[in-house]
């Protein structure tokens, strides 16, 4: 077992053979979205995304689905499994079975097995002093998803809130592998301070983070001033201020941004300063945006991440 669940990384490792490791992922939850096809489509790349976060590839998923058949029907579980089938296909694998149940609530996710050399794992740990920040994905993801339970979301955004879920990270991995990372993990239910202070594991590391680079979704910021935050991001925020410490300047509403608890969010990659502009390029040749430098790994007996405006 080269990676286990000591580390909380994203995904579990057992080497194969020398030159051959399996890596496997499981994620389930509840719709985020209405529309069956779109949650489908959000699960999937959602689950996947574990398997990019390690530097490997997916090779097939099981699914897992619990359905309130009596108030539901099975029409929208056939759309939701078209979405995640979809999806699967992009990514180059398909749903080769899975279990299904009877349940109140819809649930629905992947387990997902994937393939990578045992030299060529990312982990999620393993960041450097001097390391520079890069984000693939804008975070609100959490906060848009709130306002479209809520109505108050336009749907012009709310589509993109979707399409930004359900993008895969396949071609931010491959740049990532491409050129090699420090460390690696996707942004998701801890948001990006609580994943960033899970990739500083190495004492005397902290990080500092410039807010004003972090991209972020159109209207998040607006959303979270008027409040409109799902309550694990605000648990997210209380979490991280015990290590984190914000310049005066960054305003509640941004503190809560970084904090916001993503759904298939982007990777975050801690990489040696000088890769770092071949890394943009090989992002930028497969067309990821954004690829955002939104800080660096730093010096810090305290493993504080330093917030500027």
Excluded at 131 to 154: S, W, Y
Excluded at 240 to 263: G, I, N, S, Y
Excluded at 269 to 274: E, S
Aim: aromatic share 4%; charged share 20%.
């Amino acid at each position: 077992m080269l990676v286990g669940y000591s580390t909380g990384d994203d995904a579990a490792v057992y080497r194969l053979t020398d030159e051959l490791a399996l890596v496997e992922t499981v994620d389930i939850f509840t719709p985020v979205v209405d529309d069956p096809y779109d949650f489908g489509r959000i699960a999937a790349a959602n689950a996947l995304s574990d398997v990019y976060a390690m530097g490997a590839r997916p090779i097939s998923a099981l699914s897992f689905v619990g359905w309130p058949v009596a108030t539901l029907g099975t029409e929208p579980l056939g759309q939701l499994i078209e979405g995640a089938c979809a999806t699967c296909a992009e990514a180059g694998i398909d749903i080769v079975g899975g279990h299904s149940i009877t349940d109140d609530e819809p649930k629905f996710g992947l387990f997902v097995t994937g393939l990578v050399h045992p030299d060529r794992v990312a982990r999620n740990v393993g960041a450097l002093e001097g390391d520079v920040l890069v984000l693939t994905k804008p975070l609100g993801i959490g906060v848009l998803t709130t306002a479209i339970k809520r109505g108050q979301l336009d749907e012009t955004t709310a589509r993109l809130a979707v399409e930004t879920m359900a993008r895969l990270n396949r071609a931010a991995c491959e740049a990532m592998v491409s050129v090699g990372v420090s460390a690696a993990t996707d942004v998701t239910g801890f948001g990006l301070l609580g994943h960033l202070a899970g990739m500083l594991r190495k004492p005397g590391l902290g990080a500092r983070v410039w807010s004003r680079d972090v991209p972020l979704l159109p209207r998040a910021l607006e959303l979270a001033e008027a409040n409109v935050c799902p309550g694990g991001s605000k648990r997210n925020l209380k979490w991280a201020e015990r290590r984190v410490v914000f310049d005066a300047a960054v305003p509640p509403a941004l503190r809560l941004l970084l904090a916001d608890a993503q759904t298939s969010g982007g990777l975050l990659m801690a990489v040696p300063r000088g890769k770092s502009d071949v890394l943009l390029d090989a992002l930028a040749s497969r067309e990821v945006e954004p690829r955002a430098v939104i800080g660096e790994v730093v010096p810090d007996a305290e493993a504080t991440l330093h917030i500027d405006a």
